[in-house]
Nanobody
Framework: QAQLVESGGGLVQAGGSLRLSCAAS????????MGWFRQAPGKEREFVAA????????YYADSLKGRFTISRDNAKTTVYLQMNSLKPEDTAVYYC??????????????????WGQGTQVTVSS
């Protein structure tokens, strides 16, 4: 059974950094595009970043380019999200997701097959 477990969230001051990790198990990790999404209270889940199966292609939400970096280690079956220069508006629950359909990297939630439970990121002003 596939499982994604996020970690690394927490409380940080504006301008600070956090590194989220998502450990995958029960799936052939290198065959999955991995994505990060986030959801703030009262808002829809939104795309943050995604990375192709071998890491050759990375996509970011336009508003996050330059501050967030997605990476993966297929040997460790883990995907990471480095978040720098954090702002209060980055406060949300962050979810990792796995898409096994192949093809283009997806920036919407629907194609993703598996989801983690989420990790809370809170940025204080």
């Amino acid at each position: 059974q596939a499982q994604l477990v996020e970690s690394g969230g927490g409380l940080v001051q504006a301008g600070g950094s956090l590194r989220l990790s998502c450990a995958a198990s029960g799936l052939s990790f290198s065959r999955y595009t991995m994505g990060w999404f986030r959801q703030a209270p009262g808002k829809e889940r939104e795309f943050v970043a995604a990375i192709s199966r071998i890491g050759a292609t990375r996509y970011y939400a336009d508003s996050l380019k330059g501050r967030f970096t997605i990476s993966r280690d297929n040997a460790k079956t883990t995907v990471y999200l480095q978040m720098n220069s954090l702002k209060p508006e980055d406060t949300a629950v962050y979810y990792c997701a796995a898409d096994g359909h192949g093809g283009l990297v997806q920036v919407v939630p629907d194609p993703y097959d598996y989801w983690g439970q989420g990790t809370q990121v809170t940025v204080s002003s």
